[in-house]
């Protein structure tokens, strides 16, 4: 992909760093960034580590995730019943400062036994805890996540949503503890492709947007409302600012497709 294409995306990146660098800095500090970087190279899973409910750290019995013609996909074909069995398959690499691409489409059907909530429901968990500090029956990650939902042919059910799993943020400069916030993103009630970008400026700004949209802004997210036992094992304190992590893509029953995972790392200076 091209580095020095000028999206809606690096549009706002550019608009945001004015606003915290100033203008003389902002087209340097622009420019400065890495080029776009695929996550998957469409082959295989190498880069990536998985983690299941109830399973240790790389192990997946159902072949849950895998590639399919080029695809990262999420199927469960080889599930008799969903049975509370959440997974996320982690990068390698933990990030603090980027820009996030990624295009999803949602298959059928549900897996028998799945929660009603979960109807094409999956995400993308950002600024996580690493996968080794997960126990083993923990279903979620200490993260933030970029909420993909899709539509049901009735229901308003926007995607590009926030759920804040063991976080809280600050939306308007007010702390938010609510665990999902909805977003201002349409509903998709087809099985089209998706694109959802996400602007990540450690613990200053991130925002979710769509097709040139800012549907979700917040800052300042903090570790609040995890398990004790979980916060040990990651190592992770009440109110401690969360300012990078992991990326992580769900399986929370519904099949799922990824057709591209983009990145571009921004810079981190401060004037």
Known sequence: MNSHRRTPLHTLFVAVVTTLLGTACASNEAETADEWTPLFNGE????????????????????????EDGL?????????????RFGHLFYEEPYSHYELQVEYRFLDPQVPGAPDWAFKNSGIMFH???????????????????????????????????C????????DGALVEQHCITSSAPTIHTD????LD????????????????TVMMYTRPVIGGADSAELAAAGLED??????????????????QFRQVLIRRLPTQRR
């Open 44 to 67: 295989n899973l190498t880069g990536w580590t998985l983690k299941i409910t109830g399973q240790e750290l790389g192990e997946d019995p159902w072949n849950t995730f895998r590639i």
């Open 72 to 84: 990262l996909t999420v199927n469960y074909e080889n599930y008799d019943t969903f049975d509370n």
């Open 128 to 162: 996580s805890q690493s996968p080794e500090t997960m126990l083993t029956d923990q279903q979620f990650p200490i993260s933030l996540e970029a909420q993909l939902l899709g539509g049901n042919g009735t229901d308003e059910r926007p995607t590009a949503n926030l």
């Open 164 to 171: 804040t799993p063991g976080t809280h943020v600050e939306i």
């Open 192 to 195: 089209e492709w998706v694109t």
């Open 198 to 213: 996400l602007l990540v400026l450690g613990d200053s700004l991130i925002a979710h947007i769509m097709d040139g949209d």
């Open 239 to 256: 109110g401690q600012a969360v300012t990078g992590g992991y990326i992580a893509l769900q399986s929370e029953s519904h099949p799922i």
